[in-house]
């Protein structure tokens, strides 16, 4: 089965700890992305890759590190310096960054302690 | 039933009733504007898109409306069953050269009560 996954599904961290979550694709696409959700909230952009080695910050950037090493790895790491880091956290991906049609994985929800 | 995104975050809808979820965007150059489904806990779905040139799509039992002269967007679901019980969010892609990089509405929770 085609699709992207992120693991684990629910994470707790204690304030202070980064702290790295998971997205892989085998749909092999090209551009991949992370989206922050809040409650009762869109979506919105942290970091984006058009293409493996590459990547972007988006709107909310401040205290999150990307890296592209892989094709199909697009992991986020939530550091110390971010200061609500609690959310539920996206990854998705799209054929290339052309192409305005994403598709979600399940999603992982971080807990700050 | 009718639902402006922003202003009235929920519909609660009779099995069977046709239901309108809508959307004001902001950006008059945005080519795509894009439905998306969100049930609780997981991550989006893609419904049906449209592009700028269009005035009306439609899919299986969906129907999306843009009207680009007020900026807005709505998603019609006939005969609307409980499955269809989710967060509804609107997406427009700004231009072309902004590729993937989506603009995501605050979202409608659809209730659909049996």
């Known amino acids: 089965d085609g699709g992207i996954t992120q693991s684990p599904k629910y994470l707790f961290r204690k304030e202070g700890q980064n702290v790295t979550l998971s997205c892989e694709q085998n749909l092999n696409h090209d551009a991949m992305y992370w989206y922050r959700q809040d409650p009762g909230q869109g979506l919105r952009l942290i970091y984006y890759?058009?293409?493996?080695?590459?990547?972007q910050k988006g709107d909310i950037a401040e205290g999150y590190s990307v890296s592209r090493e892989k094709k199909e790895s697009f992991p986020l790491t939530v550091t110390s310096a971010q200061k609500n880091p609690t959310a539920f956290y996206l990854c998705?991906?799209?054929?290339?960054?052309?192409?305005?049609?994403?598709?979600f994985g399940p999603g992982t929800r971080l807990t700050v302690l | 039933g009718e639902s402006v995104g922003l202003h009235l975050p929920t519909l609660s809808v009779q099995e069977g009733d046709n239901s309108i979820i809508n959307c004001a965007y902001s950006n008059s150059a945005s080519d795509y504007f894009i439905w998306y489904k969100q049930e609780s806990g997981k991550g989006p779905q893609f419904i049906i898109d449209i592009r700028s040139n269009m005035d009306k799509r439609q899919g299986q039992r969906v129907t999306v409306l843009l009207n680009k002269t007020v900026k807005h967007l709505s998603l019609q679901i006939a005969a609307t069953q409980p499955g269809d019980s989710a967060v509804y969010f609107c997406a427009e892609n700004p231009s072309y050269n902004q590729g993937g990089k989506l603009i995501f509405g605050q979202g409608t929770e659809l209730s659909v009560k049996p």
């Open positions: 998705a991906s799209s054929i290339a960054y052309w192409d305005h049609e994403q598709f």
């Open positions: 890759s058009q293409i493996v080695n590459d990547f």
